[in-house]
Each structure stands twice: as C-alpha cells, then as structure tokens.
C-alpha cells in the first residue's frame, strides 16, 4: 500500500482520477507560467527602476493607451478561467458530482459516519437496505440497523474494513450520526463530507485491485486523525466469496447470541 | 485643544485614553502580543506534527497535565491549540493589528481630522477587544479546556464541545462588538471629518481600504454574532438550529427536538468570514500602497482603478461564501455558481496587483526598510492568490479540499502577505509613532530572515496538500498515505522555530527604537499625505492648524519643482 504514495500525487486508482490529474496539473503549470512572467518583470522593474546617481522617477502623464494596457493581465486572466471553468471545469464537475450510476449497475453501499469509524451497510442481494432506527443502536448494532424488517435479513453490516468488486461503480449514500465527517480516498481523488441529517450520494468507479485508505478529512473530535477504514478492491470472485463468507459468520453469531440470551432469561 | 481641562493624569493619558493615537498604540501592542501568544501555540503543535508522541523539549514539563502528561501533548490539547491559533491569529491578532492599530492611529491623521468623531466610542471598541482577548485566553480555565472545533467552529461538533466553547462564543461576541463600534467610527469619521479640500479622490488608498473594510465589517459581523447566539442558545438552552433529529453521540440517542440544518451554521459562518479574508488583507494593501508610491518616488500607477477595485472586492465578497462549501453537501449546482463569483472576483485583486507592480515602473525606487516589506508583499500575495485558484476551481477542489493545500493558500495570503505588509507598516509610521526611527540594519535584517523562515514554513504545505494530507491532524503518520512526505513536517516545523527566534529582533528593535532610536523629523521619509504635516509624535488634537489640501495624494517627482515631493497640503 505504501507504495501508492509518493512526493507527488497518488497512483490513479478511479476512472475520473486522471481527469481531475490533468485539470491538477493543468492549473499548476498556468500558475507557474503566470508566476515566473510576473515575476520576470519585476525583478527586471526593481533592478531597470532602482534609485542611483543621475535617475530620476518620471512623473507618469496619462495616457489612455496606458490606462488600458493595466487591463492586460487581467482579460488574459479572465480569458483563462472562463475557458477553465466553463468550457473545461464544469463537465468534470457535473461527471463527478451530478451524474450518477443507477444504483442496479452499481455497488450500492450506504456508509454511516460517526466518531471515530466508518459503517458500511450493504443492502444484499434484495439491492434494499433494512429499516434503520436510532433508539435500535448499541455495540452490536452500530447502525441501529431493524432486524424485524423483512428488508434487513439479507443485509451486511460492517465497521471500517470493506471490500467492493473491481469493473463496477461504487455507489455511496453518504451520512453521519453524529458531527460532520469527511470521506476521503486518496487514490480515488473523491472526497465528500458525510453530514448528520443528510443523506449525500457519492459515486467512484476504481480501476485497480488492492487496499486503500479511507480518511476523515473534516476536524470530528479527538480521534480524527485516527479514523481511517479501508476500502478493498476485489475481483467480482473474490468480493462474492469475503461477502458470503463474512454473512455466514454473521448469522452463526446472531444465532449463538440469540441462544444465550434465551438461555439467561431465568423464567423461562 | 480646550484650555479650560485639566492636565489628563497617567490613567487617563495612557490607559483610557480617549486620544485615537494611543487607543491605536494599544491596539498595536495588543494584537502584537496576542499574535506572538497565537504563533507559540502553533510551536507546541508544530512539535507533534514533526515528533509525533515525543516529549516537548524545554517547555513539555512546564506544561499542565491535561495539555501535555508526561511532556506529550495529547490530541485534545491539539485540538484546542489549533481553534485557539486560528481564532487568536485572526481575531485577535491581524484584524486588530490591521484594522484597530493602523486604521485608528493613521486614518484621522490621513484625513486631516484631530480625532475619530466619537473618542469614548473609539476606547470602548478598545476596551471591549481587549475583554474579548482576555475572555478567549480564559477559556484556558474551563473544565475540559477551550474550544477545540476549529476556528470555524462547525456544529454539531461546536454544540457538543465541553464548556470552552460557550467561552469562546462570548469572547466572539465581545469581539465583534468592538469591531462594529470601530468600523461605525472609521465610517463616520472618514466620511464627515475630511480636511477642507480633501475630496474622496485625494484619499489615500490606505483610507479608502479601511473605509472599505469597515463597510465589510459592519455588514458581515452582525450575521456571525446572530449565528454565534444561535450557537449558543443550542449549547445553553437546548435549541435546535443546527442539529437534525435522531444523532446518536457516543452511543446515546440525543434528547433534541432536532429539525435543524447543519449547513445553516456554516452558511452564517462563512458569510462572515469571506468577508473577513478581505478584512486581513486590504489594510495591508492600503499600507502597500502607501510606502510603495514613497519608495518609488512618484504617484501610483491607478489611482483609480485600485480604488474601484477595492470597492469591487468589497461588494463582490459578500457573494463568494459557499466556496468554502463546494463539497459540504449543498447542492452541486450552487457549486457553479459560486466557482463563477469567485472566478469573477479574482479580476479586481489582479488589478489591484497589477497596478501596484506597474507602479514600479519609471520610478527610482529607494531600498529603506519598509520598502523592502511592501515589494516582499507583492510576490508573496502573488502566491497566495494564485494557489486560490485550484481551490476555487470546483474540479480540483474536490481533493485539495480540507488538506494542507488549503492552510498554505491562506497562510501565504495572511501571513507572508497581510502580516509582512503590517510590519512595513510599523517600520513605515513609527517615526510618526514615537518622533525616532527603528534601526535600518536590524529591520533588513529582520526582513530577509522573516521571507525565508516564512516560506519554509509555508511552501511545503503545497506538497503536502498535493500528496493528500488532511489539516487537523494530531498525529499524521498514523495515516500511509501521509507516511512519505513527513520529512517535510521536520523542515516546516525547525523554520517555524527559526522565524520565532528571528521576531526576537524586532521586538527588541520596536522597544529598543522606541526610547533609544534615532531621533527623526517631521517628515522623515519624505511624503506627502497629511499625517507627515503635523509633528512626530502629534500632539493631542493632532495638528497645530487644521490643513487644507490642495492635490493629490501622491505628487511625487512633479516636473519643475525643487524637490521630489509635494505635499498634499502645501499651498504653491
């Protein structure tokens, strides 16, 4: 995994990862460009203008020539990020953040945010995610997630580490129970907060097996820099068997709880 | 100016004064106080970022066990420390610096005024700061410590922070308070008490900045000090502006009746605080102004068009709020247009640069001391308005967002722009200030180290941001992805130590000059704006006769005059 990282950005691991890589550098090379001409001409100013024997200032009388020349920089300015946002900015924009995948053709997740962890509910098979309820919530049950619901049976829930099949989009229903979180992955290039009350969609298409890190980026209290989960990108295969696999183990948990339970209720 | 008062006793004279000079003096000294407490704060934490989990050296035992056990600090005292630097910086420290300090020393001088129009107001709006400042450190003293959201204070968390938050909203509210009472002051001074003869277009830019900026103020203020009672009353009364029904905190259901917006808070909050970025940083480009058509010895190159744009800026920073909010969750589509407010709004600020470098040319630029702060700042606010534009971009901000990139953007704005140009500012007026000069060599000095220290600290921030590390991180190694450029940490953090020992010469410089100084004229620099027509230091009232203007503020190197300045208020 480290070796994702480096002094530069990360390695590209979504679809749009390398579109919002070239409007990175797109815009860096503009702001150097536009730094080191400036930059020419003063340094030139501040040597050409110093104060010596024999130089006197010029007392500047108005041109209108002059006058306009002043708005030079700032039409080419303005050419530039017009051409920036409007013709190139905003369909990237809209790509990411306006059109989403149908929730059918997608991995169709629902993470809830809360101090200092991330839930990741998967609906199942029935593509419908269980009733949740706040009152439901305890230890075991981070999500409060309504095991009465016919919608739940089929349903997974899972703190920090999960895993998504390669050769789909991931979509997320972003939320938080408690205060504002951040949801990051670097290598993906997404980044959105998950705010309480608010139930915010998200959509990432990876393009590579591995593990990533997934990141809190806004201040949520004393653990911020200690909540990370991890996203684990699998073959279809691979993300059928960890799924079934992690259900299983589930169940046979419920099943034994349930059991004792029963077995500590006395009048019975 | 009235005979029949008696001699002022020390109380009165110094303490509470009613005299704009001194009210400004004590600005002065206050917000530079405060900024270098803001800046020991950032050292405690600059540590941990470099040496994450070691004992501060030196200070670590002298620090309280809840704040550093052992010499550790630990990530609550982070917390608190990074809201603390943030709100004491800004609030405390620039604002105050840029706006109190200069704005009520220099404008009624500028202006040819005796004092600001209501003198008690003026030392209430001093008094009632310095309240705030001391209510803001007290809330060191509440159980659990001072707020720890963030400057920002974004609810929930802000309304289920311990008891230090609701100190902080009251030191905010006494704050704002004192900047209305200012900002109504500057306005009504600038606009009533003008010389005879001086029309608003013989106005130095330097006032026409701080009319601009009290307009900002006393038009955002009152929407933060509404949300911050709002805030308050969530904490205090158990309301529900900004909390949504059904959280769950710590595991327990939260009694509320809910029905709150969440974005509502950063709405408020941000319809203030761009607005403030502004506040920072056109003081700053007022006292650029003024030493840079100084030091070039001849009128400024759009006059004009620097004004307008300051009015443009100050009209269009009301509308670029949510830029903060691309990816808060409020619909995307408010997301272009307010890409689009900004984009516009980056026009008069490179205006304003332009005609400031352009300036330069045909001059004979004379290398003093301030000098060398006002042509440092070009450059610098050069980066830091450039570095603005992959996070008002709506593409990249989605991963710059919230990482480093963001806290080098506004730190190079703020500090290697705002606060170097405020410091040409004290090196610029204090001959005016205490009738002496501060030493030229140390200011160089001071001046070269200063750019240096601060870029160190600052530049690396890019890569930083660029390689993905999240702000507000009390121990970033925990986290892979930040494990790389860590070493970059160590240099940020020995440059902030370096620029922290380097202020050291110029407080020393500052309190050295200020009785030991060389002795200096009226008019030392040779200017021509109306606060070097009275004496250095002006007496009470200011000048011995009301002037009258005749010109512009900037007639330098006039053809076919004996010398290269003439002053605004020379009659032939």
Same mark, same amino acid.
């Given at each position: 995994?480290?070796?994702?990282?480096?002094?530069?950005?990360?390695?590209?691991?979504?679809?749009?990862?390398?579109?919002?890589?070239?409007?990175?550098?797109?815009?860096?090379?503009?702001?150097?460009?536009?730094?080191?001409?400036?930059?020419?001409?003063?340094?030139?100013?501040?040597?050409?203008?110093?104060?010596?024997?024999?130089?006197?200032?010029?007392?500047?009388?108005?041109?209108?020539?002059?006058?306009?020349?002043?708005?030079?920089?700032?039409?080419?300015?303005?050419?530039?990020?017009?051409?920036?946002?409007?013709?190139?900015?905003?369909?990237?924009?809209?790509?990411?953040?306006?059109?989403?995948?149908?929730?059918?053709?997608?991995?169709?997740?629902?993470?809830?945010?809360?101090?200092?962890?991330?839930?990741?509910?998967?609906?199942?098979?029935?593509?419908?995610?269980?009733?949740?309820?706040?009152?439901?919530?305890?230890?075991?049950?981070?999500?409060?997630?309504?095991?009465?619901?016919?919608?739940?049976?089929?349903?997974?829930?899972? #703190?920090?580490?999960?895993?998504?099949?390669? *050769?789909?989009?991931? $979509? @997320?229903?972003?939320?938080?129970?408690? /205060?504002? =979180?951040?949801?990051?992955?670097?290598?993906?290039?997404?980044?959105?907060?998950?705010?309480?009350?608010?139930?915010?969609? #998200?959509?990432?298409?990876?393009?590579?097996? *591995?593990?990533?890190? $997934? @990141?809190?980026?806004?201040?949520?209290? /004393?653990? =911020?820099?200690?909540?990370?989960?991890?996203?684990?990108?699998?073959?279809?295969?691979?993300?059928?068997?960890?799924?079934?696999?992690?259900?299983?183990?589930?169940?046979?948990?419920?099943?034994?709880?349930?059991?004792?339970?029963?077995?500590?209720?006395?009048?019975? | 100016?009235?005979?029949?008062?008696?001699?002022?006793?020390?109380?009165?004279?110094?303490?509470?004064?009613?005299?704009?000079?001194?009210?400004?003096?004590?600005?002065?000294?206050?917000?530079?106080?405060?900024?270098?407490?803001?800046?020991?704060?950032?050292?405690?934490?600059?540590?941990?970022?470099?040496?994450?989990?070691?004992?501060?050296?030196?200070?670590?035992?002298?620090?309280?066990?809840?704040?550093?056990?052992?010499?550790?600090?630990?990530?609550?005292?982070?917390?608190?420390?990074?809201?603390?630097?943030?709100?004491?910086?800004?609030?405390?420290?620039?604002?105050?610096?840029?706006?109190?300090?200069?704005?009520?020393?220099?404008?009624?001088?500028?202006?040819?005024?005796?004092?600001?129009?209501?003198?008690?107001?003026?030392?209430?709006?001093?008094?009632?700061?310095?309240?705030?400042?001391?209510?803001?450190?007290?809330?060191?003293?509440?159980?659990?410590?001072?707020?720890?959201?963030?400057?920002?204070?974004?609810?929930?968390?802000?309304?289920?922070?311990?008891?230090?938050?609701?100190?902080?909203?009251?030191?905010?509210?006494?704050?704002?308070?004192?900047?209305?009472?200012?900002?109504?002051?500057?306005?009504?001074?600038?606009?009533?008490?003008?010389?005879?003869?001086?029309?608003?277009?013989?106005?130095?830019?330097?006032?026409?900045?701080?009319?601009?900026?009290?307009?900002?103020?006393?038009?955002?203020?009152?929407?933060?000090?509404?949300?911050?009672?709002?805030?308050?009353?969530?904490?205090?009364?158990?309301?529900?502006?900004?909390?949504?029904?059904?959280?769950?905190?710590?595991?327990?259901?939260?009694?509320?009746?809910?029905?709150?917006?969440?974005?509502?808070?950063?709405?408020?909050?941000?319809?203030?605080?761009?607005?403030?970025?502004?506040?920072?940083?056109?003081?700053?480009?007022?006292?650029?102004?003024?030493?840079?058509?100084?030091?070039?010895?001849?009128?400024?190159?759009?006059?004009?068009?620097?004004?307008?744009?300051?009015?443009?800026?100050?009209?269009?920073?009301?509308?670029?709020?949510?830029?903060?909010?691309?990816?808060?969750?409020?619909?995307?589509?408010?997301?272009?247009?307010?890409?689009?407010?900004?984009?516009?709004?980056?026009?008069?600020?490179?205006?304003?640069?332009?005609?400031?470098?352009?300036?330069?040319?045909?001059?004979?630029?004379?290398?003093?001391?301030?000098?060398?702060?006002?042509?440092?700042?070009?450059?610098?606010?050069?980066?830091?308005?450039?570095?603005?534009?992959?996070?008002?971009?709506?593409?990249?901000?989605?991963?710059?967002?919230?990482?480093?990139?963001?806290?080098?953007?506004?730190?190079?704005?703020?500090?290697?722009?705002?606060?170097?140009?405020?410091?040409?500012?004290?090196?610029?007026?204090?001959?005016?200030?205490?009738?002496?000069?501060?030493?030229?060599?140390?200011?160089?000095?001071?001046?070269?180290?200063?750019?240096?220290?601060?870029?160190?600290?600052?530049?690396?921030?890019?890569?930083?941001?660029?390689?993905?590390?999240?702000?507000?991180?009390?121990?970033?190694?925990?986290?892979?992805?930040?494990?790389?450029?860590?070493?970059?940490?160590?240099?940020?953090?020995?440059?902030?130590?370096?620029?922290?020992?380097?202020?050291?010469?110029?407080?020393?410089?500052?309190?050295?000059?200020?009785?030991?100084?060389?002795?200096?004229?009226?008019?030392?620099?040779?200017?021509?704006?109306?606060?070097?027509?009275?004496?250095?230091?002006?007496?009470?009232?200011?000048?011995?006769?009301?002037?009258?203007?005749?010109?512009?503020?900037?007639?330098?190197?006039?053809?076919?005059?004996?010398?290269?300045?003439?002053?605004?208020?020379?009659?032939?």
């Amino acid at each position: 995994m480290t070796g994702n990282y480096g002094w530069g950005l990360p390695i590209e691991a979504s679809t749009f990862a390398h579109e919002m890589d070239s409007s990175l550098i797109l815009v860096h090379i503009s702001m150097v460009v536009i730094f080191v001409l400036w930059g020419l001409f003063f340094a030139y100013c501040l040597v050409r203008y110093r104060s010596r024997p024999g130089h006197n200032a010029v007392y500047p009388h108005h041109s209108a020539k002059h006058a306009l020349g002043s708005f030079v920089p700032d039409v080419i300015v303005l050419a530039f990020e017009i051409w920036l946002i409007f013709i190139f900015g905003m369909p990237i924009w809209a790509h990411i953040k306006d059109s989403f995948p149908k929730p059918e053709d997608s991995t169709h997740i629902r993470i809830t945010a809360q101090q200092f962890a991330w839930n990741v509910h998967y609906p199942g098979p029935d593509g419908k995610f269980g009733r949740t309820d706040p009152s439901l919530v305890d230890s075991t049950n981070p999500i409060g997630l309504d095991p009465k619901d016919p919608a739940s049976a089929d349903d997974l829930v899972v #703190v920090n580490d999960f895993h998504v099949p390669l *050769g789909k989009p991931i $979509l @997320v229903d972003l939320t938080s129970q408690d /205060v504002i =979180h951040s949801f990051f992955v670097p290598e993906f290039r997404i980044k959105q907060d998950a705010v309480p009350g608010m139930m915010i969609p #998200v959509w990432v298409e990876p393009t590579l097996k *591995g593990q990533f890190e $997934l @990141v809190c980026s806004q201040l949520c209290g /004393v653990g =911020h820099y200690r909540m990370i989960g991890h996203v684990k990108v699998d073959s279809p295969e691979e993300y059928r068997a960890w799924y079934n696999g992690l259900k299983q183990t589930q169940q046979e948990a419920q099943v034994k709880a349930a059991a004792a339970a029963v077995a500590a209720q006395p009048w019975e | 100016m009235n005979s029949t008062h008696h001699e002022p006793t020390f109380v009165q004279r110094y303490i509470f004064s009613l005299d704009h000079k001194v009210i400004g003096l004590q600005y002065m000294i206050t917000s530079m106080i405060f900024l270098l407490v803001g800046f020991s704060f950032m050292l405690i934490m600059r540590w941990q970022l470099a040496f994450p989990g070691h004992p501060i050296p030196v200070i670590g035992h002298w620090l309280p066990g809840w704040i550093a056990p052992g010499g550790v600090l630990v990530p609550d005292a982070y917390n608190m420390l990074g809201a603390m630097h943030g709100t004491i910086m800004i609030f405390l420290g620039v604002v105050p610096l840029g706006v109190g300090a200069f704005g009520n020393y220099v404008l009624p001088l500028q202006i040819g005024a005796p004092d600001m129009a209501f003198p008690r107001l003026n030392m209430m709006s001093y008094w009632v700061y310095f309240m705030g400042g001391i209510v803001m450190l007290g809330s060191f003293l509440c159980p659990g410590g001072p707020a720890q959201s963030g400057w920002t204070s974004y609810a929930p968390l802000s309304v289920i922070a311990g008891s230090g938050q609701t100190v902080w909203i009251i030191g905010m509210i006494f704050l704002i308070t004192s900047s209305l009472f200012g900002s109504i002051n500057f306005l009504v001074t600038a606009i009533n008490m003008r010389a005879p003869g001086l029309t608003w277009f013989r106005l130095p830019v330097f006032v026409w900045a701080q009319v601009v900026t009290a307009i900002l103020l006393l038009i955002a203020f009152p929407v933060l000090e509404a949300g911050s009672i709002l805030q308050l009353l969530d904490r205090v009364a158990g309301t529900s502006f900004f909390i949504p029904a059904g959280l769950i905190i710590d595991g327990v259901p939260m009694t509320r009746a809910g029905g709150g917006s969440v974005l509502l808070w950063q709405h408020l909050f941000w319809f203030l605080a761009h607005p403030e970025v502004y506040v920072l940083i056109l003081p700053a480009m007022g006292i650029v102004a003024e030493i840079l058509a100084n030091g070039t010895r001849k009128p400024l190159f759009g006059y004009k068009e620097i004004v307008g744009s300051m009015i443009f800026i100050g009209l269009l920073s009301f509308f670029v709020w949510a830029h903060h909010m691309f990816l808060s969750g409020m619909k995307s589509s408010l997301a272009k247009g307010f890409t689009t407010t900004t984009m516009i709004i980056s026009v008069p600020s490179v205006a304003i640069l332009t005609c400031l470098i352009l300036s330069l040319m045909g001059g004979s630029i004379r290398y003093r001391s301030p000098m060398l702060y006002a042509l440092g700042f070009l450059p610098m606010f050069g980066i830091g308005g450039l570095t603005g534009l992959p996070l008002g971009f709506t593409v990249t901000d989605i991963y710059l967002h919230d990482t480093y990139y963001v806290i080098g953007h506004f730190h190079y704005v703020v500090v290697t722009g705002s606060l170097i140009a405020l410091m040409g500012g004290v090196v610029y007026w204090f001959p005016k200030f205490y009738g002496r000069r501060m030493n030229e060599c140390w200011n160089k000095i001071h001046f070269w180290l200063t750019i240096i220290f601060m870029n160190g600290i600052f530049f690396p921030m890019f890569i930083q941001g660029i390689a993905g590390v999240q702000r507000r991180l009390y121990d970033p190694t925990i986290q892979l992805h930040n494990v790389i450029v860590q070493p970059t940490n160590i240099f940020m953090s020995a440059s902030a130590l370096c620029l922290m020992l380097t202020q050291s010469i110029f407080v020393v410089n500052f309190f050295y000059s200020m009785f030991k100084g060389e002795k200096t004229e009226e008019n030392p620099w040779q200017a021509t704006t109306l606060e070097w027509a009275c004496p250095s230091p002006p007496p009470h009232g200011n000048f011995t006769s009301l002037p009258t203007v005749y010109r512009g503020p900037y007639e330098y190197s006039v053809p076919g005059r004996s010398t290269d300045w003439w002053p605004q208020n020379a009659s032939n």
